[in-house]
């Protein structure tokens, strides 16, 4: 079934974020799902209590029972989910995989859930029907067949709940591999290894009351308006009571700007709406690091003069002497940092990064939040480093209305790694597993996300277990990537609705469908509830709603114990008996993993509980047992080495992003409302004046090639230009178009995310065929 689009057009968007133009985007998604009755019980159920957890962002819940939870990329997230469109067997009978690969991923995932299980088995060219028990026997033999366990990875995207994510890592580990690439490898990683060097704590230290009492919030490389909406609530809040909202974001983001809350009906009835920031600065790509350590700059100065006066100055001694070490090097490292090169770096201006320290200096309680504008750079630890160093400068860490706030992406990607989801596994989880379980865990590190498509290119990685996600598409250096799943023997998906990943295989492959956030889980004991944890470290239950379309699917824990069963047996685990009774899996996880005492019944509190942050209580589990000051040099050039020597230089720096109405690689429609295009996704923004010097026109069509090390030529074809308000110098495009141009030996020093917001390229004339637009 063709899925609706529109006519390609820009015109800016000139309303506020939310209000009037969500609510018609809701009612849309609504209509579209094909069961609007059914889904208006579901929509209202969104993060209440005994209702279910938004499969959307991991935003965290205001306390406080009686409001509408849900915002419009919640509705949409739910919509899509809960459609009444199937792509069964008739459907793969009817569609030849070669077939499918030409459609883009907007259509695939419009052709509706995943309703039985599908085999391909490397003959023809058509997925065929296929029993559970079939299935799972396919996937034993596989895995027992190979020459080491470590030939297999299990990945995992961030939907999974932590029952099934606990399930996986327990079997991944058992069967002998700590191959557990994740999503979190793609996205916030970088914000927990960094925080775990600083503070002792991959995590977040704020909770959601925190903002109330915030008189200063930096949001760093973040659209919330889109991909966080309900945090525009809180932010409002605070520009109202007189804190500041300090942003850093090249692009003008709508949400980040003007908001019509449609929680607020006087509002939304005089179609009025609010300021968002208080100060905007619009840095260089990868400039934060250099932007904050301005900042630092400008605090050590002031710290100087007041003390030559005899006067307090900003920095808090007191903290500093009782919880942090490294702060002389620390001071000796910013000192060392000339003017110069943190301008040329950040992008911004003097006067700029002054007013930025003012607000900093002049606030008692300020939070940092940020994501994937920080962390998809090759500095992105040492540059959440220099947040967590200027944060302890004046001692806001541990104290209310202070703190750190990664915003996490996926609904529960924070509570899969508390689970056990981890490539690198920390020595106390295996301890625990080992003593537990009565098994010995492999002690070696897994494969990560770019480690596995290089396994796989070298022929190390022959078996491929996706939980959820779509790898094949979220991936960087997609055609590699492509070659690497197809050179794999099985790759199996455990999936609820159809993409990519279905239709680049190893030589066979299996798809799993399985029930999503929103069905009704029925097990022996009756309909069972999951859980999840939020980015402010709040784990509660979620309870689907829906009758499942099909009764043919299954949840993921039981499609994991199925697999987990045929594969290893019952005797260490007795799999089967855990899925009658998702407490019993609580029960393990309560033995297993610190925090979690008494599971099952905690969770009878409405809104759940929380895990404790010990940098929040001032504990710091680091190596010198204080929070640590972490000195790095600025970074001489954010240029990779080999493309800084190339003869031509970059014409732009590429930063790929989300549109308003895509979730990942989910496309809800061509639409992104915020940056006014409707109908197209391959576009490219840029400033008139680069579009100007390198020759080309706004609206003509171009090819974008990516420069790096090596000689494989990374292209994607045919592009419309779009002139926009975009510093000079950068461009954007979506993701995943724009994945093809992403070198997989580009990512973080540390964390290896791909830097998907730092790519160089050149603009070409179109390649392409001409395409009807
Ligand atoms: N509706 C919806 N919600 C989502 C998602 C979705 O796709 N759709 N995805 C979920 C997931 S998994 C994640 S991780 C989050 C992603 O949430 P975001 O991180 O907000 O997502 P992006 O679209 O990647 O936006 C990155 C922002 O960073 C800015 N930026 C880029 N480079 C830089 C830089 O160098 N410095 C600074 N200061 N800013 C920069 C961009 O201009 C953009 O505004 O959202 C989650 N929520
Ligand atoms: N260039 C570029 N690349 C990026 C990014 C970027 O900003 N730029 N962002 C990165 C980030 S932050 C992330 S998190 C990754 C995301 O990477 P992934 O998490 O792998 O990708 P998604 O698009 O979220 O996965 C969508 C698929 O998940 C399946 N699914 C949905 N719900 C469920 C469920 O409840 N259970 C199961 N089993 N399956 C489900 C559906 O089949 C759907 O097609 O992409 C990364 N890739
Ligand atoms: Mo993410």
């Not at 006067?351 to 320290?357: D, G, M, N, Q, V």
């Not at 940056?675 to 008139?688: C, I, P, Q």
């Not at 003509?700 to 990516?706: G, H, L, Y």
Request: charged share 20%; with cysteine; glycine share 10%.
């Amino acid at each position: 079934m063709k899925p609706p689009a529109d006519r390609f057009r820009f015109h800016p968007y000139q309303r506020p974020a939310a209000g009037w133009g969500a609510l018609r985007s809701v009612a849309h998604a609504w209509r579209d799902s094909k069961q609007p009755f059914k889904n208006l019980r579901a929509m209202l159920q969104t993060n209440q209590h005994g209702g279910f957890d938004c499969p959307s962002c991991a935003w965290g819940e205001a306390p406080g029972e009686g409001r509408i939870r849900f915002c419009e990329n919640g509705a949409k997230a739910v919509n899509w989910e809960a459609t009444g469109r199937a792509v069964d067997a008739a459907f793969f009978r009817q569609n030849s995989i070669k077939q499918l690969l030409k459609h883009d991923d907007y259509w695939l995932e419009y052709q509706g859930r995943l309703t039985e299980p599908m085999y391909f088995d490397g003959s023809g060219d058509h997925y065929r029907p296929i029993g559970w028990d079939e299935a799972f026997g396919i996937i034993a033999g596989h895995l027992n067949g190979l020459a080491s366990p470590h030939q297999a990875a299990f990945y995992t995207s961030g939907r999974a709940s932590n029952e099934a994510a606990f399930l996986y890592q327990l079997f991944a580990r058992l069967y002998g591999t700590n191959n557990l690439p994740d999503c979190s490898n793609m996205c916030h990683e970088a914000s927990g290894v960094a925080l775990q060097q600083s503070i002792g704590t991959g995590k977040g230290t704020v909770t959601y009351e925190d903002f109330a009492h915030a008189d200063a919030i930096f949001v760093i490389g973040q659209n919330p308006g889109t991909n966080h909406p309900r945090m525009l609530e809180p932010l409002r809040e605070a520009v109202e009571r007189g804190a500041q909202v300090v942003v850093l974001n090249p692009l003008r983001e709508r949400g980040l700007e003007r908001f019509q809350s449609p929680q607020d009906p006087l509002q939304m009835l005089t179609d009025g709406d609010s300021a968002m920031n208080t100060a905007f600065f619009r840095p260089a790509l990868g400039g934060d690091m250099a932007a904050i350590r301005g900042i630092a700059k400008f605090l050590f100065q002031w710290q100087r003069e007041a003390e030559s006066e005899g006067a307090a100055g900003p920095l808090d001694l007191a903290f500093i002497a009782d919880h942090s070490a490294g702060f002389e090097e620390y001071r000796a490292a910013v000192d060392a940092t000339s003017w110069g090169h943190i301008l040329a770096q950040s992008g911004l201006q003097r006067h700029e990064l002054e007013r930025a320290a003012h607000i900093f200096s002049r606030s008692d309680r300020v939070i940092f939040c940020w994501a994937m504008g920080i962390t998809q750079h090759r500095h992105s630890v040492p540059t959440i480093q220099e947040f967590a160093n200027l944060q302890l400068l004046r001692g806001q860490i541990g104290r209310p209305g202070a703190g750190l706030c990664p915003v996490r992406g996926h609904s529960n990607v924070q509570g899969d790694r508390t689970m056990g989801i981890a490539d690198r596994p920390p020595p106390a989880l295996l301890d625990a597993l080992e003593q537990r379980f009565g098994f010995s865990c492999p002690r070696e590190d897994g494969v990560n996300v770019v480690q596995t498509i290089e396994a796989m290119e070298q022929g190390k990685i022959k078996v491929f277990v996706g939980l959820g996600g779509n790898f094949a598409q979220a991936t960087p250096d997609s055609p590699r990537t492509h070659r690497g799943l197809q050179s794999c023997q099985l790759t199996v998906q455990i999936s609820t609705k159809l993409n990519r990943s279905h239709l680049v295989t190893g030589s066979k492959a299996l798809i799993l469908p399985c029930l999503g956030r929103t069905d009704i889980d029925r097990q022996a004991t009756g309909p069972q509830a999951v859980t999840v944890e939020d980015s402010f470290s709040m784990v509660h239950a979620s309870f689907g709603q829906l009758q499942p379309l099909s009764s043919q699917m299954r949840s993921e824990p039981a499609i994991i114990a199925g697999i987990a069963a045929a594969t290893l047996g019952s005797d260490t685990v007795d799999w089967l008996s855990l899925i009658e009774d998702y407490g019993k899996i609580r029960d393990l996880i309560a033995d297993v993993i610190p925090g979690f005492g008494d599971f099952n019944r905690k969770l009878e509190q409405p809104g759940g509980f929380y895990l404790q942050n010990p940098a929040a209580q001032r504990r710091w589990n680091t190596d010198v047992g204080k929070a640590k000051f972490i000195s790095h040099r600025l970074p001489d050039s954010l240029l990779n080495e080999g493309v800084r020597h190339r003869a031509r230089k970059p014409d732009l720096v590429l930063q790929t992003l989300r549109s308003h109405d895509q979730f990942n690689t989910t496309v809800y429609s061509l639409n992104d409302r915020y940056r006014g295009v409707r109908g197209e996704r391959h576009v490219l923004f840029a400033n008139l004046e680069d579009i100007h010097r390198l020759g080309f026109e706004d609206r003509q069509k171009v090819d974008v090639v990516s420069l790096w090390d090596d000689e494989i030529e990374r292209r994607v074809q045919g592009f419309t230009l779009i002139a926009f308000d975009i510093p000079e110098g950068q461009a954007a495009a979506y993701y995943p178009e724009a994945n093809p141009l992403v070198p997989l030996e580009s990512y973080g020093i540390g964390s290896f995310t791909p830097t998907s917001k730092f790519i160089a390229v050149r603009l070409e004339q179109s390649t392409a065929p001409e395409r009807i637009v």
